[in-house]
Nanobody, 122 residues
């Protein structure tokens, strides 16, 4: 059974930074395309960005230039570096994995983590 687990969330002031981590139970990160998603209260879950197994990344316009996704396949880890955080970035952040990039992009991944709360507030 593949498992994903996010960590690194917390409370941060506007303009601050956080790095989220997504740990996988197996070699999922090297064999799967990965996505970071977020869900704010009262809103649908949205794709923040994706990283393909070969390394290419893509980001939502709302976070482009502020967020960076990276992966360490040897450690079965995927990271989301978030800089210049804004109150509107407040949400529960999830990582997801699927063998198909189209499923990652659609938010219909085979595996989800449990989520980690990020709150941006002064």
């Amino acid at each position: 059974q593949v498992q994903l687990a996010e960590s690194g969330g917390g409370l941060v002031h506007p303009g601050g930074s956080l790095r989220l981590s997504c740990a996988s139970s197996g070699s999922i990160t090297s064999n799967y395309d990965m996505g970071w998603y977020r869900q704010a209260p009262g809103k649908q879950r949205e794709l923040v960005g994706e990283i393909q197994r070969g390394g290419p990344t893509n980001y939502a316009d709302s976070v482009k230039g502020r967020f960076t996704i990276s992966r360490d396949n040897a450690k079965n880890m995927v990271y989301l570096q978030m800089n210049s955080l804004k109150p509107e970035d407040t949400a529960v952040y999830y990582c997801g994995a699927d063998r198909y990039l189209t499923q990652v992009q659609a938010g219909r991944v085979a595996y989800w983590g449990q989520g980690t709360q990020v709150t941006v507030s002064s």
